[in-house]
């Protein structure tokens, strides 16, 4: 055992961090080996027991039931073809528009966030759906690219989100209050993104060219059918696990395991059930849920050495000391958190920061659910900032050869987003309500 100060093992253990993330360790083993080897030379042996005592009580969560059904649920849905069907609604409804393919690329990500909850599924369907159509219409790479991208992580903030579910039991803070939070917030982001598209190319025509009309030549009736047939299952879907969490039905994890249920009685009624579909489904909720313990389980061994050595209050005290009252201090807290996007993904950020920041929240005088929405849309952020930007990986990995999108296409399309998020941030502060009050109409 050695006896170092709490600044000193903040600066090793957050530095040791960096270091293992550059070099390129994985993010689980940079955070459970920096814990293991700083908690063993500070506590010795009994460290292990806080291992085992951190990991009892992530997997004992009752809530944490929620995230694989949730993924199943995002997972079958993928593969019902409903994606595939609504887009092509709004291409005959949008084409003839100026950006209209973007703008629907972007609606069509919103509806799927409600109900695809994993970054990478989400990315990927609107990669293969919307970017050959636009690119092939004339469409600016980067504008293109950039829509695909800020459409697709809409899902990891439109409930039913997967980073809700986590949050929640690590602020202790009612999952479905979070949902309930995150409905506007995500509506608002999407807004921001169809008006930054149909401005810019109101301003640049040719970066968004219209749809000839002899391509979208399909009477009204049969364009509306194909809308609702397409739009009305997904929507009723949600509503169904939204509206029982909303009046007190159910609780989270009740719901999550109807959506899933509901999710593959979707896939059969559009006739894309098979066995295979049905293992493959569960094979990647599988692979998806088991990094997203092994990392949580890490992380909260990281966790559990930085608070019991004092390196909370380090942190806390930086944050505090920052001028500008608790303003000053809230907009530390962002900083912080949108700087870590660039390094980490989310799930590491979240599983670290989370246990540090959450009590600044009552003591700066801030509502609990407000606070963590904020962080929750500023990690909006994590997945278009490289080096470590998910949205970028994913699209750049599935975008068919053909088109010949380059990774600065995606890079210069992504980063009018980015800045959108923040003027969302900044909106959510002018006006609080956006984020508190469908929370506060909540039954039960």
Known sequence: MTTLSPELISIIMLGGLLAGVIIGFPLAATIGGVALIVGYFAWGG????????????????????????????GLAIERSGIAEKLYGALYLWLGGLRGGLAISTVLLGTILAACVGVIGAS????????????????????????????????????????MLVIYGPMAEISVGKLFMAAVFPGFVLSGLYCGYIAVRCLLEPNLAPTVPPQDRAVPFIKK??????????????????LGSIFLGIAPPTEAAAVGAFAAMVLTIAYRKFSYSVLRDTARETLRVISKVIFIA????????????????????????????????????????????????DWLGILFIIVPIITPLAPALGFDPIWFAMMVCVNLQTSFMTPPFAYAIFFLRGVAPPELEVRTSDIVRGVMPFVFLILVGLALCVAFPEIILWLPGQMIG
Request: net charge positive; hydrophobic share 55%.
């Open 123 to 162: 990315v990927s369907m609107l990669a293969l759906i919307a970017l050959p159509p636009m690119v092939k219409r004339g469409y600016s790479k980067a504008l293109a690219s950039g829509a695909v991208c800020a459409g697709g992580t809409l899902g990891i903030l439109i409930p039913p989100s997967i």
């Open 224 to 241: 509306t059918r194909m809308l609702l047939t397409s739009l009305v299952p997904p929507t009723f879907l949600v509503l169904a696990v």
């Open 46 to 73: 009994p460290v292990t027991d806080l291992f085992y005592s951190r990991m009892y009580e992530l997997v004992r969560s009752y809530v944490i039931l929620a995230a694989p059904l949730f993924i199943f649920m």
């Open 297 to 344: 389980v890490c992380a909260y061994m990281f966790t559990g050495i930085f608070l019991g050595l004092g390196c909370g209050t380090v942190v806390r005290d930086i944050i505090l000391a920052t001028p500008g009252g608790r303003w000053g201090n809230f907009v530390a807290v962002m900083f912080m958190v949108f700087m870590l996007g660039f390094i980490l």
